[in-house]
């Protein structure tokens, strides 16, 4: 395994890039409560690839939120590198979404107005990053993640797969500490979620990649480094993948699943 | 309950109806402003029968651009509406799947729009009343009189006429809304997404290339449009118009793509923020939409040709009107008579004198003149050529085509006599010429530098047998009364020349009688009319069509084939310039806020069909202030780009127009267009304001916090 990058950045006492703590989140008036975290404690350290699974409304969104700074809590702290992201002034709160985080979401969520080597180099023009650099890093990116071919095209002329290892580069081509999946195979076939589950794992294992991943599927989540679950805003258990292999760890992450009560995704 | 849901809609979507709302009410305003001119005439004081005339003139150009100007609102409701129900497809969808039938959702909808129409139908009136009192004034203005008795009107007519209009309008609108909404498929309203992704442009090196051929092509109908010289619909005017059409659409359908071309290469220029974006996003928009860019550019084009020709003029008509009416009046007798004609026996038998005819025939002609003097312009098959071919550089002093014409038209000439006594009435002083020297007398504007060149002793001229040379300095003095000066490049010589040319039977080629009255202007002009219906009575005993001057006898080519008076020409002037300016305004003005108007539509609903786009920008970490900023380059020239070309179109041919009408004819009306182009471009900022505040808000509403799961 390369850490390339974000060795470097390892300050914090317990060794955490991301850490959680007492985090609470309460929807509604007083009437009607709704208690979307409740307590949630979680310390993500440089390299990890964790995924956060659960069924619907447990939560898990909601804390992704949080992180994204999409969404504030109404407890508790999230520190990244040190530093407090739920005391951020509403102004700083997008300068650090584009330098310190990087994003793949359920749909590629692409401009479809941009060609593929536009929407890559967005992640860096928005950071101010000069123009003549632009463009070798979005090269660089892209042919790592196998996307050269396709920057001249459109999200509508590209293929499924494309689309997410485009997203994919955008998320990390500004090497941001931590990059975040929201149900990235949500709308996938098994084709593509196959493609992107790959893309994740070669940030993570060949780029150094911190990923925080959401999801209800156990076959993504079988591809991280460790699996949380979590359950009625409350984190539940946790799996680490260890030595085992993909299947293996499938399948211990299932029967936990079993032992949550059957289908996570009880829409 | 349907009219509670309607009232709470509408409060609710108060903000996407605002554009509806400015030009329904502007429309309105317009329209009575307009159409209650008559009604506020009626309110000047003396307003003689010529100027009532152009009063009712006007009410009938403006009743006839109305409907014009209805069906324009018409379809810009029309297309409003549909911006509406395409913004709130899925609240309609939702109507649509609870059960609601598609009869009482789009009844919802009629009650809401016609909410905001009775809104903005009194809007409008209330601000069209105010307008039409400064019409007033401005009316009073261009008619040369005042209004002591001003007191605040509302015309009754108008506004019955206005609500007529809107009503009928609305019947249209609602019949279109409803077959739509019935028409729709639930699917299309509930489903999340607009229908399609949008591509963004391919072949970008087709569309550059067909930029530079658009340019071409609107090169080539420039110089098309500069050889026709807006004279007369030839070949060269449609072959203007049709490259101008092909070159104005192939400009919007290429411009996006050249310009992603050209940005994309300048990487520095190009990867800089949201820059990007911004290109690709304004690109892709003025590409799916070029086709009605291009009626937009068309449409700004003629509301911009309209209120600067208008301008121009109001200028000419404005502009000479004393220096044209120093006579009191002026009959004139044309002398061109059919093979046989009885007015050729009268001609002889008077010997040309044509006061004496009239005093002979009616009674009192000796005591409505103090004096008159009689002009015979007398040719003798000579042209202006043997005399302009003596002036060097002919060419240089007036256009081309002008001085063509000049060189082929036979020349004028007036005997010294009559020439002095005509002058005498008016109080200039007499012309004493030498006995082999002739002087040139010029008021037309085209003509003046030319006869200031030809008053020159160098330029010869040899007619009867006399050989002549110029007297030095032109003069400048009229021998009619008409609409604009148009004494042209008469030729003064001696009386014993003239007679030499008057030994040819035919040689008087007009005829004029300036009469200088004994009384006043007004109650000469009463009088005139009477003893011309006497002395020339109407053939058949017809009564007269109306109580204008030339309608009250019989004309013939001699002794009177028609009559001005410099009363008469003035008030004529003054209306037919408030006939052209309010028409000008009225016509331009709806044009210019219907195309703003589509333009705004346009933008809102791309706006709100890239809110995604903006949401996915906003949680990559762009600021909210560099979305708005965004926007408002992506508003500012969607805006600009149509009136730009527009405002090229208009500048060519306001060029040509200046050069083969305005110049010619001596006026330079740049100021006036000037101020139209400035009120022109308020009208559109104030939209562009309106739009771009609207969509903001839209954006940044869409960018608050996302509820989580």
Request: charged share 20%; aromatic share 8%.
């Amino acid at each position: 395994m390369t850490r390339t990058k974000a060795s470097a950045s390892v300050a914090t006492a317990s060794n955490a890039l991301l850490e959680l703590t007492h985090v609470g989140k309460v929807y509604g008036s007083k009437g009607a409560l709704t208690c979307a975290l409740d307590d949630v404690s979680l310390a993500v350290r440089t390299g990890e690839f964790v995924a956060i699974m659960g069924p619907s409304g447990s939560g898990k969104s909601t804390l992704l939120n949080c992180v994204a700074t999409i969404d504030t809590p109404t407890s508790g702290t999230i520190e990244l590198d040190g530093r407090d992201v739920t005391r951020l002034r509403r102004a700083d709160l997008a300068q650090f979404r584009r330098e310190e985080l990087g994003f793949v979401f359920q749909d590629s969520n692409l401009l479809d107005t941009l060609t593929g080597f536009e929407n890559i180099a967005l992640a860096l023009t928005l950071r101010g990053v000069a123009p003549h650099e632009v463009d070798e890093r979005v090269r660089a990116c892209a042919s790592r993640l196998e996307v050269e071919g396709v920057l001249d095209k459109f999200p509508g002329q590209m293929s499924g797969g494309q689309r997410q290892r485009v997203a994919a580069c955008r998320a990390i081509v500004g090497s941001p500490k931590l990059i975040l999946a929201d149900e990235p195979t949500g709308a996938l076939d098994s084709k593509n979620t196959a493609v992107l589950l790959d893309v994740l794992d070669q940030m993570n294992r060949d780029m150094g990649a911190t990923i925080l991943m959401v999801t209800h599927d156990a076959y993504a989540a079988a591809h991280s480094t460790r699996t949380v679950f979590v359950r009625d805003g409350r984190l539940f258990n946790e799996l680490r993948r260890g030595e085992s292999t993909v299947n293996d760890y499938y399948q211990r992450i299932m029967e936990v699943m079993a032992f949550l009560g059957g289908d996570l995704d009880a829409r | 309950m349907l009219a509670r849901l309607a009232l709470r809609n509408v409060r609710r979507a108060g903000r996407d109806y605002a554009i509806y709302f400015i030009t329904v009410a502007l429309g309105i305003a317009m329209f009575y402003a307009f159409n209650a001119v008559r009604g506020q005439a009626a309110l000047l004081d003396a307003l003689s029968a010529d100027a009532a005339r152009m009063v009712e003139l006007l009410d009938m150009f403006v009743k006839l651009f109305s409907v014009v100007v209805a069906c324009v609102l018409g379809f810009l409701v029309v297309y409003a509406n549909r911006f509406l129900i395409r913004r709130r497809r899925r609240e309609f969808g939702t109507y649509l799947l609870l059960g609601m039938s598609a009869g009482r959702v789009s009844r919802v909808l009629l009650i809401e729009t016609a909410l905001v129409g009775l809104a903005s139908l009194a809007a409008g009136l209330v601000l069209g009343i105010a307008i039409s009192q400064g019409l007033s004034f401005a009316t009073a203005a261009l008619m040369g009189t005042t209004m002591t008795r001003y007191r605040f009107v509302v015309s009754t007519d108008a506004i019955a006429f206005t609500t007529v209009c809107l009503l009928a309008i609305f019947a249209v609108s609602s019949l279109v809304d409803v077959i739509y909404i019935r028409r729709c498929r639930l699917v299309d309203l509930c489903s999340p997404h607009q229908a399609s992704e949008r591509a963004g442009i391919r072949h970008v090196g087709v569309r550059a290339a067909a930029f530079v051929a658009s340019l071409a092509l609107l090169a080539c109908a420039y110089w098309q449009l500069k050889v026709n010289g807006l004279q007369e619909a030839d070949p060269h005017f449609w072959a203007a118009t049709a490259l101008m059409l092909v070159g104005t659409f192939l400009f919007f359908w290429s411009a996006a793509g050249f310009a992603v071309l050209v940005l994309s290469r300048s990487r520095s220029a190009y990867l800089r923020g949201i820059r990007a974006f911004t290109v690709r996003q304004l690109s892709s928009k003025i590409n799916t939409a070029f086709a009605s860019m291009g009626v937009v550019c068309v449409m700004l084009f003629f509301a911009l040709t309209t209120a600067s020709v208008g301008m121009g003029l109001l200028e000419l008509f404005s502009g000479n009107i004393r220096e044209a009416t120093r006579y009191d009046a002026t009959l004139t007798a044309s002398c061109s008579f059919a093979e046989g004609d009885p007015a050729q026996g009268e001609l002889e038998a008077a010997r040309g004198d044509i006061a004496a005819y009239l005093s002979g025939r009616a009674a009192g002609f000796g005591d409505l003149v103090r004096a008159s003097a009689q002009v015979d312009y007398l040719a003798c098959d000579l042209t202006y050529q043997t005399l302009t071919d003596q002036v060097r550089d002919a060419s240089r002093l007036m256009d081309a085509s002008v001085l063509d014409r000049v060189k082929r038209s036979q020349v004028w000439f007036v005997s010294q006599s009559q020439y002095n006594a005509s002058v005498a009435l008016i109080g200039e002083k007499s012309l004493d010429l030498a006995p082999d020297e002739f002087a040139v007398d010029n008021t037309f504007a085209s003509t003046n530098a030319l006869a200031d060149a030809l008053a020159d002793p160098a330029v010869r001229i040899s007619v009867a047998g006399h050989d002549l040379h110029a007297a030095r300095g032109a003069r400048h003095v009229s021998l009619d009364t008409s609409a604009i000066p148009d004494t042209p490049l008469v030729v003064v010589i001696g009386d014993d020349v003239a007679a030499g040319i008057r030994l040819r039977g035919d040689a008087v080629a007009s005829s004029h009688l300036n009469l200088a009255y004994a009384s006043d202007r007004e109650a000469g002009d009463r009088r005139l009319a009477q003893l011309l219906s006497q002395a020339l009575p109407l053939a058949d005993g017809a009564t007269p069509a109306s109580d204008a001057i030339e309608d009250q006898f019989e004309p013939a080519p001699w002794p009177v084939t028609s009559a001005a008076t410099a009363n008469q020409m003035r008030d004529q002037a003054t209306g037919l310039r408030m006939v052209i300016v309010y028409v000008a305004l009225y016509i331009g003005f709806i044009m210019l806020v219907a195309t703003a108007a589509v333009l705004a539509i346009q933008q809102l609903s791309e706006t709100s069909d890239s809110l995604e786009r903006y949401r996915r920008l906003f949680d990559l970490g762009c600021e909210p202030r560099t979305i708005a900023r965004s926007l408002r380059t992506q508003t500012v020239i969607y805006f600009c780009a149509p009136l730009v070309l527009a405002a090229c179109h208009t500048a060519c041919a306001v060029l040509v127009l200046s050069g083969s009408l305005f110049e010619p004819l001596g006026t330079n009306p740049s100021g006036l267009i000037a101020i139209a182009a400035g009120s022109i471009a308020g009208v559109y900022a104030l939209y562009l304001v309106a739009t771009y505040q609207l969509s903001r808000g839209i954006v940044l509403a869409s960018l608050r916090p996302r509820r989580s799961e």
